[in-house]
Structures are given as structure tokens and as C-alpha cells.
């Protein structure tokens, strides 16, 4: 397999193509989801897209993208690159889960509800530092309460340890790396059952000493670009250029590109303001939920009901899960409209808070069984 075949996808890209092929008649839209304005384009054609796009072009297209995903551009966007219809039609298909509390608990019908949640821009802000994306000790308390009435994973690219050190629950699920690494409680439950629940699932265990690898050439090969941070994620790796002057960026680009070309079963994800290298096996937020549910003895029963919360690219897996299986529905971190699976939308980790508190309230009003 060549360099070449890297899968790259990119949130921003991915918008950016979406918005300049509005025109373009063979795109299939979506219209369970994607707002009249807002095409949708399938992975492979991206691909395609981004494929065609040789050399230099190639290295300017990841740096549009980077542009278009870093925080002084997104905090400078004008509301009005919108139309009011865009973003009518926008709320209209994916409503605030605050405003359609009532109805959400009705069409839960009793279910077990079980919640997912990713933590960077869900329930931390999205900060210039990575390791200093702390979570309010507010939300803190509001998800241990959460996880008293409903079992409550946290899913996210990062490796476990460092969300564990950020959230510090021990009763919650952690789905790290990008849930390629899952544990259970190890408080909160019988030691009988915690036994069972220890899980530790790692479908891409092989991985491990090829990500550390990149993890070190990265960091060798990205020094001198200032501000780029490398983390390692255990079962991914990652590069922050939040902190990257934008002249750098096509430089660091390279750098990155330069240093995965020599690992073609790994792929290049963009997210927000961060590159993300990941093993190329078929595992993702999505089939971490799955794996979960299964776990909790409710892969097959009609009488759950999870609700995942998230904000990037990556949780769209999860999102898409829910509406394959039918069940349950994702809500969607986001101030602006963007082609999603969610069902619904909230602004920012304080509405996460709001809506999570009134998920208590709500279950502590029950008649208890
Ligand atoms: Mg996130």
C-alpha cells in the first residue's frame, strides 16, 4: 500500500467542499439531515476530491482547511457568512436539545437511557493548551450525578489516563483513544459485577509500539515548527496547531506528511485545530458505543435508549450508530450549522451542563420502581 492511500478527512475540508459544490448537481444530498444549501458528499468522494489534488496543491488544501478550523477565524466568522435561512432550516432539522427536553424524555418511553460523552469542546472548553483543558469542578458534580442515575461513559480521542486525570470519576466508563482502549467503573458497582465490568477491550493492541514510533518521530521532526504540540495517545497520536503561526502551517503539514508517508496503515484525520494519526483498522466512536452497550447487557434489548453528546468529526461515528440502530439520538456541540447525524444541537459545554442537569432533575422526579 502506498503513502498515497493515507485516508485523509478533514472536518473543515470537508465543509469547505461541501459549500463550493453546492453547484454541483451529482452530489447526493441527504435530507434527513443536511439543511436545503448544505450538500452532502460521501468519504469516498472526498477522497476522490482530495486525491486529485497533487503536490503543492495538495499541502494547500490541508492549510485552507487548517485556516478555516483554527479559533481566531472561527471567533471572527461573521454570523452573516450564513444566510437566516441556512441557519433557520439548520435549527429547524437539528433543534436545542434544551428547547425539546420534554419531548426527548417522552420519546424515551421509559427506556434505560444511557448516556456518552465526549470531553474536549463537550464538557471542557476548547483551550490553546491541550493539558489544560480542565473541566469546572460544576461539571464535575453534574456528571457524578449523572452517572448515579444512568450509566455513563465518557468517549474520547485521548488516552484514558489523561481524560481520567481531567474528569477524576471512578464510576464512569472510559472509551479513550478514540475508543480503541475501554475500561469500566472501578467504583460504584459490586465487586462481583466491577470484576466483570473491568473491561479492557484494545482492538488495536498491535498498534501500540508502531504509534509510539510515529508519537517520537513526530516530536523529533515537528520541533522546529514553534507552538506545534505532539501527544500520544497510547492506541493514536496527536498534533496541536492551535498555537502555530499560520505561516508555519504549511511546513508542518509536510513535516507531518513527511513523517507518516513511511506508515501506510496508519491514517491523518483533521479535527479541530489538531491532526490525529490513527491505527487504519475499522474502529471508531461508533462501534465503541456499540461495544459498550453490549457490555452492559443491552447490545440487543429495545429498551435502551443512549444519548451521545460531541462536538467534532469523530463523534459523527457514534452519531450515525444511533440513527443506523434506530435508537436513541445524538445531540451536536456546535454554535454553527454543520452537516451532521446528530439530532439535535447545543451551543457549548455550558448548555451541556443545563441539559445534563435537567437529565437529574427529571430522573429524580420518577416514581422510583
Ligand atoms: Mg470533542
Partial sequence: MSASQNVVVSETTRSSIITSSNNNS??????STAPPGLISISKKKLLKNLDVINGG?????????????????LKSLPSSIYSQQQLNS????????LDMFEQIMEASGGKQIVMFLDYDGTLSPIVDDPDRAFMSSKMRRTVKKL????????????????????????ELYYAGSHGMDIKGPSKGVSRQKRLKQS?????????????????????????????????????????????????KWSELVQQVRSVLQEYPTLKLTQGRKVFEIRPMIEWDKGKALEFLLESLGLGNSNDVFPVYIGDDRTDEDAFKMLRDRGEGFGILVSKFPKDTD??????????????????????QMQPKM
Avoid at 90 to 97: L, N, R, V
Avoid at 150 to 157: C, D, E, H, N
Avoid at 224 to 241: D, L, M, Q, R
Fill in 26 to 31: 451529482s452530489s447526493s444530498p441527504k435530507p
Fill in 57 to 73: 496543491q495538495r499541502i494547500n488544501a490541508w492549510v485552507d482547511s487548517m485556516r478555516a478550523s483554527s479559533p481566531t477565524h
Fill in 90 to 97: 439548520w435549527i429547524m432539522h437539528h433543534p436545542s436539545a
Fill in 147 to 170: 452517572a448515579k442515575c444512568f450509566p455513563t461513559a465518557i468517549v474520547t480521542g485521548r488516552c484514558i489516563d489523561k481524560v481520567y486525570n481531567f474528569v477524576k470519576l471512578a
Fill in 199 to 247: 473491561l479492557l477491550y484494545q482492538p488495536a493492541s498491535d498498534y501500540l509500539p508502531m504509534i509510539d514510533e510515529v508519537y517520537r518521530k513526530l516530536l523529533e521532526t515537528t520541533k522546529s515548527t514553534p507552538g506545534a504540540k505532539v501527544e500520544n495517545h497510547k492506541f493514536c497520536a496527536s498534533v496541536h496547531f492551535r498555537c502555530v503561526d499560520e505561516k
Fill in 342 to 363: 446528530a439530532s439535535y444541537s447545543l451551543h457549548d459545554p455550558s448548555q451541556v451542563m443545563d441539559f445534563l442537569r435537567r437529565l437529574v432533575e427529571w430522573k
